[in-house]
């Protein structure tokens, strides 16, 4: 059974950073694409950023570029997403997913080509 654990969610003030891991389990990730996501209230989930797990090519939203960067530790089977220069607008859940994409671009910003889903966690950043 596929697991995925985030962690490292928190308060920090604006222009501060944090960390997200996302711990996956449960099969063998190599041909998969971890992606994360996040949802403020009252708004849809939106793409945030995703790496090729065996080629570790990455693609970010552009409201994030320059600001965040994933990453993955394949000894530890777990992805991060390195948060810096936050601002209020990044408060929201942060979700981790993986899913097997046929293409790189467009389809890689879609929530519905993800198969899994972590729980989530909150990232909230002041003022």
């Known amino acids: 059974q596929v697991q995925l654990v985030e962690s490292g969610g928190g308060l920090v003030q604006a222009g501060g950073s944090l960390r997200l891991s996302c711990a996956a389990s449960?099969?063998?990730?190599?041909?998969?694409?971890m992606g994360w996501f996040r949802q403020a209230p009252g708004k849809e989930r939106e793409f945030v950023a995703a790496?090729?797990?065996?080629?570790?090519?990455?693609y970010y939203a552009d409201s994030v570029k320059g600001r965040f960067t994933i990453s993955r530790d394949n000894a530890k089977i777990t992805v991060y997403l390195q948060m810096n220069s936050l601002r209020p607008e990044d408060t929201a859940v942060y979700y981790c997913?993986?899913?097997?994409?046929?293409?790189?671009?467009?389809?890689?910003?879609?929530?519905?080509?993800?198969?899994?889903w972590g729980q989530g966690t909150q990232v909230t950043v002041s003022s």
């Open positions: 790496i090729r797990w065996t080629f570790g090519t990455t």
């Open positions: 997913a993986a899913g097997v994409l046929s293409a790189w671009g467009t389809v890689t910003k879609d929530v519905r080509r993800y198969d899994y």
């Open positions: 449960g099969r063998t990730f190599s041909s998969y694409t």
